[in-house]
């Protein structure tokens, strides 16, 4: 007879996985110890299939996760000890530690990069080198803490694992914890399949040779990824998670998190249906779409959880006001765990595409990459890599930005307006818009100025290099959308120059919302330098990228517009442009 594999579980609790003969399931019970009463057997169910077909045996955990086998309580086990690790008990109740296996190779940086630069604060965080985030699950709630493993081949069978932690309210949601995680980091994929097929493409070939096992980030809870898909819309991460962040505080469940520092659930869509359309910082087309589908998916209307048709649930999302072919396949993508959903229209992709000779439309990209089928997926996120944006990097190799914020509300440390070294070729534009002539200026196709005419502290001409309108493509694409209302936010390499407190300040612009203005006292908190009023506007004035840097939202402590580089007057029309857009009154005359 086989002995149980067993997790310690801090406060005192023990899970047992009972191991039968082999080839047979493993009944995972809770035991209370010292009680002799054994906890409720979570159940049984057959054998489960990974994503690309494969039998489970391969490691201890193996889900359905397009059946949804584990949000059903099941868990089918190897008797493999090696993936559990006792721990010291630590005085946290419900706390376990064990180890996620998955098939190598696990390419850990876009993956964790991916969660970790879109967290939303308060629900999801970045700590001591591990994605930590609040969940809700069948008995209550719990925080799941993941860390990429060793490097490949550092495991003595060959098979990479995740670092896993879970803090549950009720151990018997211990298979469904597991279950989550292993959907939210893809570990049931088959990257050697993948990556054959892929491979096989001269254009995506170097891509996948770069970086095998690339995965397909997942989420938590569908409902809520589809939530943050909308407030996504045509913003910038920053902006995304700036809106989800204020739902997350006015509708959010409160939770106590004894080991970092989550403090919400993300709210369920029956709580966001009520509340007041008005307290949306967003525009009014966007905030129609938002209500349309949490209504939706109070009502069960349009159904994303496991077992859901797949085909219905994306037909309707398609049919609500403002939902497009972006939002559509980006859930299907993330939270549906499609393998060959793909957002032809999505900017950073089409970019890519571009860089790499293929075709940069939307319908003749979708026409070529059919033959990525059916990891069209997977193809997206070897797109996305070739771009420069923290989704692409873990945190911890992120480039430094200035001082770190200690204000309770700190300036942005993952925008994804990265910061750079100096660069060599310089280049600039003149672009038309409503506010004057605008001169683009770039070096080896990153921003590192946007002037107005006659702005105040515009460098001299002769510093702006030669002509060449080539690099500065997404910038006047994105610009445009912008004075023509339907973007809110900024999504573009920038290469800012200033000192670390500069740099500090203009992080700390891209926080402000669009259609809102702070004042120069209420930034200087922000980034933890209360008595630095006069330093921040100082920092404000010397922005050298403005509008996409919205140094423009920044106003005196009475509201007053004070200075803007490029004029009082553009100031107060950008102002009133943007408040129009979000629904606000404009300013007064």
Request: glycine content about 12%; aromatic content about 6%; some cysteine.
């Amino acid at each position: 007879m086989q002995r149980p594999v067993a997790a310690v579980l801090h406060g005192g609790g023990r899970v047992a996985f009972q191991a039968g003969p082999e080839g047979a399931e493993f009944a995972p019970q809770v035991f209370e110890e010292g009680s002799g009463v054994h906890g409720r057997t979570l159940g049984r169910a057959p054998r489960p299939t990974t994503r690309s077909g494969h039998p489970a045996s391969l490691s201890v955990f193996r889900w359905n996760r397009r059946a949804g086998a584990a949000e059903t309580g099941t868990m089918h086990l190897d008797a493999d000890r090696r993936a559990f690790e006792d721990v010291p008990a630590a005085g946290v109740p419900g706390a376990v530690s064990l180890r996620l296996p998955h098939r190598e190779p696990l390419f850990p940086d876009s993956l964790f990069g991916h969660l970790a630069a879109t967290a939303v604060p308060g629900v999801e965080e970045w700590r001591d080198g591990a994605y930590r985030r609040t969940v809700r699950l069948p008995h209550g709630h719990g925080t799941v803490a993941l860390r990429p493993g060793p490097a490949p081949g550092r495991e003595p069978d060959g098979e990479g694992r995740v670092d896993c932690r879970l803090v549950l309210s009720d151990m018997r949601d211990l298979s469904a914890a597991v279950g989550l995680c292993r959907r939210l980091l893809d570990l049931d994929a088959d990257p050697l399949a993948v990556d054959a097929h892929l491979g096989g493409d001269p254009l995506l070939a170097p891509l996948v040779a770069r970086a095998p096992g690339r995965r397909v980030p997942g989420t938590a809870d569908p409902a809520e990824f589809a939530v943050r898909a909308v407030l996504g819309q045509q913003v910038s991460t920053a902006a995304a998670r700036t809106l989800a962040g204020r739902l997350v505080r006015a509708h959010g469940e409160a939770v106590h998190d004894p080991e970092g520092g989550l403090t919400h659930l993300f709210p369920e869509p029956a709580a966001l249906a009520e509340m007041d359309p008005g307290a949306l910082a967003m525009p009014r087309t966007r905030r129609a779409t938002l209500l349309a589908l949490v209504s939706a998916l109070a009502s069960g209307e349009i159904d994303l959880g496991p077992g859901s048709d797949r085909r219905l649930a994306l037909a309707r999302l398609a049919a609500l006001p403002g939902v497009g072919p972006w939002t559509v396949e980006t859930i299907a993508m993330r939270a549906l765990g499609d393998p060959d959903a793909f957002v032809a229209t999505d900017l950073g992709v089409r970019l890519a595409a571009r860089a790499l000779g293929l075709p940069s439309s939307p319908g003749a990209l979708t026409r070529r990459a059919g033959a990525w089928r059916p990891w069209r997926a997977y193809a997206v996120q070897h797109l996305w890599a070739t771009g420069d944006h923290p989704i692409n990097r873990l945190p911890d190799r992120l480039p430094d930005r200035g001082p770190p914020s200690t204000a309770a509300r700190p300036a942005r440390e993952d925008t994804p307006m990265t910061i750079r070294a100096p660069a060599r070729r310089r280049v600039n534009t003149v672009v038309d818009s409503p506010y004057g002539p605008l001169t683009l200026v770039a070096e080896e196709g990153r921003l590192i100025g946007l002037y107005m005419e006659r702005q105040r502290h515009r460098p001299p001409e002769e510093s702006f290099g030669e002509r060449d309108g080539r690099p500065f493509g997404a910038v006047e694409e994105q610009l445009g959308e912008y004075f023509a209302g339907q973007r809110t936010a900024f999504d573009l390499p920038l290469d800012l120059r200033g000192t670390p407190f500069q740099r500090t300040v203009w992080n700390a612009l891209l926080e402000i919302p669009y259609g809102e203005t702070v004042s120069y006292g209420r930034l200087a908190e922000r980034i933890g330098r209360p008595a630095a009023a006069r330093a921040v506007g100082l920092a404000n004035g010397r922005n050298p990228v403005g509008i996409i840097v919205p140094c423009h939202r920044v106003v005196g402590s009475t509201g007053d517009l004070t200075g803007y580089g490029g004029g009082v007057d553009r100031k107060r029309r950008l102002l009133d442009f943007e408040r129009r857009g979000a629904g606000q009154l404009v300013l007064p005359g």
